[in-house]
């Protein structure tokens, strides 16, 4: 079926490549396969035609590794490399080095890749082909007072984005001249920072982040397969998308798809990306990215135009013509499960699926690469498939989904399932009983997630310290727990307070078969992180809230600091987490380094506490709340 594909090598690992293994085979094409130590036995090694072993045991040594991967291709014979989405697949060096190999790239040139990956050149991209950025200044500043100026003359807040961000990594929001201060003076490269690699931009309040899912030929063929509104998101990342974006009017349709076939034609894209706004209440439509490369949301577009994306990427960089996308059809959502705990703040978790039951029946489709008995390990992504709900209209496939969710089943992490849940049954998001449709980027943060942060207490990232606050205070774990029993042949739901079941265990008055409980991060995890944050107040010593790698360390030795300072910046399951000091205090040590990895409770850095404490006494100012960056 394919002129020059004949045997892919796909860089990636889990669901996707899953997914582009599976086309692959229908297309006709035989298929290769990577996996580090940890996916192993994972479903996708064992459905490819070959499967080679990445040694090594972090992102760097195995997925991220270009000279491993191309030995690989050469090893294997392939002639292509699909390397899904994350990982390589927007490195322009990587993409060279297949092209280099005479292998067949499935993503755009390389040229393109350097023009759209770094967000500097990307906005300067947008403006020569008269397609408006958010408002800010497309180069890094250096300048304190450059900062301020722009923030005075738009206003809070604004956002300091790294160059080389992406997934809602490296983007600080800043709302006040103390904020800005502190974000300057902790990334001023007179302390080691990195301030060159940041820029400034507006933040837009209350937008919605919709999305143009694009394809363009080496013929100059262009096509939107669908709009999406990937509008409902957790620290900058994507939890829930759908297709088409609801509630759009057809001027700013007409404006998205204007704008996306301009951004194409600048950098003479081929391939599939997707071209990212912002739509003000205003309807006015700004710029924010392109994703050169698949997206883990292609499924709502794909059930909605009713065309295999994976098959029109191969098809194009294999030479031929795009398949026009025709008008839509129905009404798609995709829900991540991953596993993050909607009792801490979507914190990332980890552990043993004992469990899985995956929703069934018309209209659902299940794209995963995990089956029970399967570790989620923290080295990696957090997330362990999408479920994909499609139906007639927006309505239905609301009801549809809510239908799901009380079928799905996972036991032995966490998922945000429940938040789901609470999610398709808000009118603010389901626009049912006459409401309108009222659902911007930070909705589901300020209506389900905020909550005061006790980093500056802690020491600990908001997003974790959030949670563990607000369990602290209400309970230690569950309160209560569920089981099956039969009342006159009739099956019925028995939820019953946790203290009187563990009484009745401890007194042996009856056998109880508990359902399994999270391992590792899950059970537990609120008293023993609840007296790691008391401990690391007093101490002065900083640890580690979860097993990640160290991205930044923003304070050197001998340094003094604040109370809200930014210590080190930490990186896991693709989100950023902040650990700021509790208290005043001196870095008397740093343990760690940048690209270290690091387990939960392994100490960061050591402050001298009791200095902080005499310079408070000596009224010296300390800095304000930090919150979540």
Not at 419 to 430: G, I, K, P, W
Request: hydrophobic content about 35%; overall charge negative.
């Amino acid at each position: 079926m394919c002129k020059n594909v004949n045997k892919l090598l796909v860089a990636n690992r889990g669901e996707i490549a899953l997914r582009v293994i599976r086309t692959a085979r229908e297309m006709g094409v035989a298929t290769v396969a990577v996996y580090a130590e940890q996916d192993r036995n994972a479903q996708y090694v064992q459905l490819a035609d070959e499967s080679y072993v990445l040694s090594g045991d972090t992102y760097k040594d195995t997925y991220l590794n270009e000279d491993k991967l191309i030995d690989i291709l050469h090893r294997s014979n392939a002639n292509a490399v699909h390397p899904g989405y994350g990982f390589l697949s927007e490195v322009p060096s990587f993409a060279e080095k297949v092209e280099h190999a005479g292998a067949i790239w499935i993503g755009p040139h390389p040229q393109a890749l350097v023009d759209l990956g770094d967000k500097i050149t990307a906005r300067r991209v947008a403006k020569a082909a008269t397609v408006p950025p958010v408002p800010g200044i497309s180069e890094p500043v250096r300048e304190l007072r450059t900062l301020l100026d722009f923030a005075h003359t738009y206003g809070y807040p604004v956002m300091m984005k790294r160059t080389d961000g992406g997934g809602g990594r490296g983007i600080s929001v800043v709302n006040d001249d103390d904020g800005m201060r502190r974000f300057y003076m902790n990334h001023d490269a007179m302390q080691g920072g990195d301030l060159d690699e940041y820029f400034i931009e507006k933040f837009i309040d209350k937008a919605r982040h919709v999305e143009t899912q694009c394809g363009r030929d080496r013929f100059g063929g262009f096509t939107v397969y669908s709009t999406r509104d990937c509008s409902v998101q957790r620290r900058n990342q994507k939890l829930i998308e759908e297709a088409p974006a609801p509630f759009l009017p057809s001027e700013v349709i007409e404006q998205l798809e204007t704008y996306s076939r301009r951004l194409f034609e600048r950098v003479n894209y081929i391939g599939l990306g997707t071209c990212e706004f912002m739509v003000t209440p205003q309807r006015k439509v700004y710029f924010l990215e392109v994703n050169p490369r698949l997206q883990v949301e292609h499924t709502v577009s794909e059930e909605v135009c009713g065309l295999d994306l994976v098959r029109e990427q191969i098809t194009i960089a294999d030479g031929g013509h795009l398949t026009p996308a025709p008008e839509p059809r129905g009404h798609s959502f995709e829900l991540r499960i991953t596993s993050e705990d909607p009792a801490t703040n979507l914190t990332p978790s980890s552990g043993t699926l004992e469990r899985i039951v995956w929703p069934s029946g018309p209209g659902v489709r299940i794209d995963t690469g995990v089956e029970t008995g399967d570790t989620i390990s923290p080295k990696f992504d957090s997330m362990m498939g999408k479920v994909v709900i499609t139906a007639q209209d927006r309505a239905a496939a609301v009801a549809r989904v809510r239908r799901a969710l009380k079928e799905l089943v996972i036991e032995g992490v966490p998922t945000p399932a429940s938040l789901y849940e609470r999610v398709f049954s808000d009118d603010e998001f389901t626009a049912e009983h006459g409401h309108a449709f009222d659902v911007s980027t930070k909705w589901l943060e300020r209506k389900y997630l905020s909550r005061e942060p006790a980093s500056v207490r802690a020491g600990q990232p908001a997003s974790l310290s959030a949670g563990i606050a607000d369990a602290s205070e209400s309970h230690k774990g569950p309160i209560s727990e569920s089981f099956v029993i039969e009342v006159n042949d009739r099956r019925v739901k028995l939820t019953v307070p946790t203290d009187i079941v563990n009484n009745l265990m401890g007194a042996g008055r009856a056998r109880v078969a508990k359902r399994p409980t999270q391992p590792l991060r899950g059970q537990g995890l609120h008293a023993v992180e609840t007296q790691k944050t008391a401990d690391s107040g007093r101490s002065g010593v900083i640890a580690a809230p979860m097993q990640a790698v160290v991205t930044r360390i923003n304070v050197a030795e001998g340094q003094s600091v604040a109370k809200g300072d930014l210590l080190v910046v930490l990186e896991s399951m693709k989100m950023e987490n902040y650990v700021y000091a509790p208290v005043n205090g001196t870095v008397t040590k740093i343990f760690v380094a940048p690209a270290t990895g690091v387990e939960a409770g392994e100490t960061l850095v050591t402050l001298d506490v009791d200095g902080a404490q005499a310079r408070d006494k000596s009224g010296a100012a300390t800095a304000g709340k930090a919150g979540a960056q």
